[in-house]
Protein backbone atom coordinates (compact mmCIF):
# COMPACT_ATOMS: atom_id res chain seq x y z
CA UNK A 1 0.00 0.00 0.00
CA UNK A 2 0.93 3.71 -0.69
CA UNK A 3 0.45 6.56 1.05
CA UNK A 4 -3.15 8.02 1.30
CA UNK A 5 -4.65 11.50 2.43
CA UNK A 6 -7.22 10.92 4.47
CA UNK A 7 -8.59 14.28 5.66
CA UNK A 8 -5.38 16.19 7.08
CA UNK A 9 -3.65 12.76 7.81
CA UNK A 10 -1.56 10.83 5.43
CA UNK A 11 -1.55 7.08 6.24
CA UNK A 12 -0.10 3.82 5.32
CA UNK A 13 -0.96 0.62 7.15
CA UNK A 14 2.43 -0.16 7.25
CA UNK A 15 4.63 2.91 8.03
CA UNK A 16 2.09 5.09 10.23
CA UNK A 17 0.71 8.21 9.76
CA UNK A 18 1.14 11.65 9.86
CA UNK A 19 -0.80 14.85 10.10
CA UNK A 20 -0.54 16.96 7.00
CA UNK A 21 -1.78 20.65 6.44
CA UNK A 22 -4.46 20.65 4.35
CA UNK A 23 -3.76 23.45 1.88
CA UNK A 24 -1.94 22.26 -1.44
CA UNK A 25 1.44 24.03 -2.22
CA UNK A 26 2.88 23.94 -5.60
CA UNK A 27 6.99 23.25 -6.02
CA UNK A 28 9.31 23.92 -9.42
CA UNK A 29 11.36 21.50 -9.17
CA UNK A 30 14.34 20.50 -11.50
CA UNK A 31 13.66 17.97 -14.05
CA UNK A 32 16.97 16.59 -16.10
CA UNK A 33 16.93 12.70 -15.57
CA UNK A 34 19.63 12.00 -18.51
CA UNK A 35 23.02 13.26 -19.33
CA UNK A 36 25.68 12.87 -21.87
CA UNK A 37 29.46 13.67 -22.32
CA UNK A 38 28.69 16.13 -24.76
CA UNK A 39 27.02 18.06 -22.15
CA UNK A 40 30.18 18.88 -19.84
CA UNK A 41 30.90 20.57 -17.36
CA UNK A 42 27.72 23.20 -18.27
CA UNK A 43 25.48 20.84 -16.32
CA UNK A 44 25.40 21.75 -12.79
CA UNK A 45 24.47 18.78 -10.08
CA UNK A 46 21.34 20.78 -8.81
CA UNK A 47 19.54 20.42 -13.00
CA UNK A 48 19.25 16.72 -11.82
CA UNK A 49 15.59 15.62 -11.03
CA UNK A 50 16.63 14.17 -7.45
CA UNK A 51 13.11 15.69 -6.01
CA UNK A 52 11.45 14.04 -8.51
CA UNK A 53 13.59 10.52 -8.18
CA UNK A 54 13.52 10.62 -4.31
CA UNK A 55 9.65 11.24 -4.06
CA UNK A 56 9.40 8.55 -6.32
CA UNK A 57 11.41 5.96 -4.53
CA UNK A 58 9.26 7.02 -1.06
CA UNK A 59 5.89 6.53 -2.75
CA UNK A 60 5.38 10.64 -2.65
CA UNK A 61 6.88 10.68 0.79
CA UNK A 62 10.11 13.21 0.42
CA UNK A 63 11.93 13.20 3.36
CA UNK A 64 13.37 16.81 5.11
CA UNK A 65 16.51 18.73 3.13
CA UNK A 66 17.97 18.07 7.06
CA UNK A 67 17.08 14.59 6.65
CA UNK A 68 18.63 14.00 3.19
CA UNK A 69 21.80 16.24 4.04
CA UNK A 70 22.63 14.59 7.52
CA UNK A 71 26.82 14.80 8.38
CA UNK A 72 27.07 17.64 5.20
CA UNK A 73 28.33 21.14 6.15
CA UNK A 74 25.36 23.47 4.88
CA UNK A 75 26.61 25.24 1.69
CA UNK A 76 25.10 27.16 -1.25
CA UNK A 77 25.66 26.17 -5.13
CA UNK A 78 25.51 30.28 -6.11
CA UNK A 79 28.75 31.75 -6.87
CA UNK A 80 29.55 35.82 -6.63
CA UNK A 81 27.01 37.97 -5.12
CA UNK A 82 24.57 35.42 -4.77
CA UNK A 83 26.59 33.29 -2.73
CA UNK A 84 27.85 36.12 -0.48
CA UNK A 85 24.18 36.62 0.11
CA UNK A 86 23.26 33.43 0.88
CA UNK A 87 26.04 33.00 3.73
CA UNK A 88 24.80 36.24 5.06
CA UNK A 89 21.68 35.16 5.39
CA UNK A 90 22.81 32.10 7.20
CA UNK A 91 24.52 33.90 9.45
CA UNK A 92 22.09 36.10 10.56
CA UNK A 93 19.69 33.19 11.07
CA UNK A 94 22.01 31.38 13.03
CA UNK A 95 22.31 34.19 15.37
CA UNK A 96 18.35 35.56 15.64
CA UNK A 97 15.90 33.29 13.56
CA UNK A 98 17.26 29.63 14.67
CA UNK A 99 13.26 28.39 14.93
CA UNK A 100 13.19 29.27 11.07
CA UNK A 101 14.85 26.58 8.17
CA UNK A 102 17.74 27.71 6.44
CA UNK A 103 17.49 28.84 2.95
CA UNK A 104 20.93 26.35 2.20
CA UNK A 105 18.47 23.04 3.71
CA UNK A 106 15.11 23.89 2.43
CA UNK A 107 12.09 23.23 0.18
CA UNK A 108 11.06 26.55 -1.87
CA UNK A 109 7.32 26.19 -2.45
CA UNK A 110 4.95 28.39 -3.77
CA UNK A 111 1.08 29.14 -2.41
CA UNK A 112 -0.63 28.04 -5.70
CA UNK A 113 -0.28 27.43 -8.93
CA UNK A 114 -0.44 30.56 -10.89
CA UNK A 115 1.93 31.92 -8.84
CA UNK A 116 4.55 29.25 -9.34
CA UNK A 117 3.54 29.13 -12.99
CA UNK A 118 4.31 32.46 -13.34
CA UNK A 119 7.71 32.26 -11.56
CA UNK A 120 8.63 29.38 -13.62
CA UNK A 121 8.43 31.16 -16.59
CA UNK A 122 9.67 34.91 -15.77
CA UNK A 123 12.39 33.90 -13.17
CA UNK A 124 13.80 29.93 -13.56
CA UNK A 125 15.26 28.74 -16.32
CA UNK A 126 16.27 25.48 -17.35
CA UNK A 127 14.04 22.29 -17.62
CA UNK A 128 11.88 22.56 -14.80
CA UNK A 129 8.54 20.80 -13.82
CA UNK A 130 5.86 22.19 -11.85
CA UNK A 131 4.05 19.68 -8.93
CA UNK A 132 1.86 20.30 -6.83
CA UNK A 133 2.86 18.58 -2.40
CA UNK A 134 1.41 19.12 0.96
CA UNK A 135 3.65 19.86 3.95
CA UNK A 136 3.85 17.62 6.85
CA UNK A 137 3.81 18.67 9.81
CA UNK A 138 6.02 16.68 11.99
CA UNK A 139 8.76 18.71 13.34
CA UNK A 140 8.51 20.94 10.32
CA UNK A 141 10.22 24.36 10.10
CA UNK A 142 8.34 26.73 7.75
CA UNK A 143 9.15 30.61 6.95
CA UNK A 144 7.19 32.50 4.85
CA UNK A 145 9.73 35.44 2.94
CA UNK A 146 9.07 38.53 0.88
CA UNK A 147 11.47 37.62 -2.32
CA UNK A 148 11.83 41.33 -2.86
CA UNK A 149 13.70 41.36 0.09
CA UNK A 150 16.23 39.01 -1.12
CA UNK A 151 16.56 40.75 -4.47
CA UNK A 152 17.83 43.78 -2.31
CA UNK A 153 20.28 41.75 -0.40
CA UNK A 154 21.94 40.58 -3.45
CA UNK A 155 22.58 44.23 -4.08
CA UNK A 156 23.48 45.13 -0.55
CA UNK A 157 24.80 41.58 0.82
CA UNK A 158 26.23 42.83 3.93
CA UNK A 159 23.09 44.92 4.74
CA UNK A 160 22.47 43.26 8.50
CA UNK A 161 19.01 45.40 8.41
CA UNK A 162 17.69 43.57 5.43
CA UNK A 163 18.47 40.41 6.29
CA UNK A 164 16.85 40.84 9.66
CA UNK A 165 13.33 41.88 7.36
CA UNK A 166 13.56 38.87 5.13
CA UNK A 167 14.08 36.97 8.52
CA UNK A 168 10.70 38.72 9.62
CA UNK A 169 7.43 36.57 9.06
CA UNK A 170 6.22 38.03 5.40
CA UNK A 171 2.33 39.50 5.67
CA UNK A 172 1.46 38.48 2.13
CA UNK A 173 -2.13 39.09 2.37
CA UNK A 174 -1.57 42.87 3.26
CA UNK A 175 -1.63 44.51 -0.43
CA UNK A 176 -2.37 41.60 -2.29
CA UNK A 177 1.06 40.50 -2.46
CA UNK A 178 1.22 37.15 -2.51
CA UNK A 179 3.22 36.85 -5.80
CA UNK A 180 6.19 37.67 -3.63
CA UNK A 181 5.56 35.19 -1.00
CA UNK A 182 8.22 32.26 -1.01
CA UNK A 183 7.55 29.67 1.10
CA UNK A 184 10.63 28.14 2.58
CA UNK A 185 10.21 24.38 4.28
CA UNK A 186 12.44 21.98 6.03
CA UNK A 187 10.50 19.05 6.77
CA UNK A 188 8.77 16.44 5.09
CA UNK A 189 6.30 16.49 1.69
CA UNK A 190 4.02 14.66 -0.11
CA UNK A 191 3.36 14.28 -3.76
CA UNK A 192 0.30 12.64 -4.43
CA UNK A 193 1.14 12.18 -8.28
CA UNK A 194 4.53 10.88 -7.44
CA UNK A 195 3.54 7.72 -9.62
CA UNK A 196 4.05 9.88 -12.79
CA UNK A 197 7.69 11.27 -11.62
CA UNK A 198 10.67 10.31 -13.46
CA UNK A 199 13.91 8.70 -11.84
CA UNK A 200 17.72 9.14 -12.77
CA UNK A 201 19.29 6.02 -13.99
CA UNK A 202 22.74 5.14 -11.70
CA UNK A 203 24.66 5.00 -15.72
CA UNK A 204 23.75 8.43 -15.87
CA UNK A 205 25.16 9.76 -12.38
CA UNK A 206 28.25 7.80 -13.20
CA UNK A 207 28.69 9.78 -16.54
CA UNK A 208 27.93 12.93 -15.02
CA UNK A 209 30.62 12.56 -12.44
CA UNK A 210 32.99 10.97 -14.55
CA UNK A 211 33.26 13.89 -16.57
CA UNK A 212 32.67 16.72 -13.81
CA UNK A 213 33.83 15.71 -10.40
CA UNK A 214 37.54 16.46 -9.93
CA UNK A 215 40.27 13.73 -8.87
CA UNK A 216 41.45 14.04 -5.51
CA UNK A 217 44.67 15.34 -4.97
CA UNK A 218 47.14 13.52 -3.80
Do not use: W
Given at each position: MSWEIQGNILVDIAQGSYEINSHEFWYVV??????????????????????????????????????????????????????????????????????????????FLNLDKDIATRRMNDILRGNKKLVRCFIVSNNTKIHFADNRIYEQLENNPDDKNLAIRYWQTFDYQKNNSSHNLEILVDGPLYFPDWETFPTISQDTMMSWQVDNMAAPKK
Open positions: PARTHYQALDGKKVRPLEFAFVLHNAHLGKGLLPSPTTILEGMEPDTQKGGVGRNTEIFLEDVRTELFQEHPSRLRCY
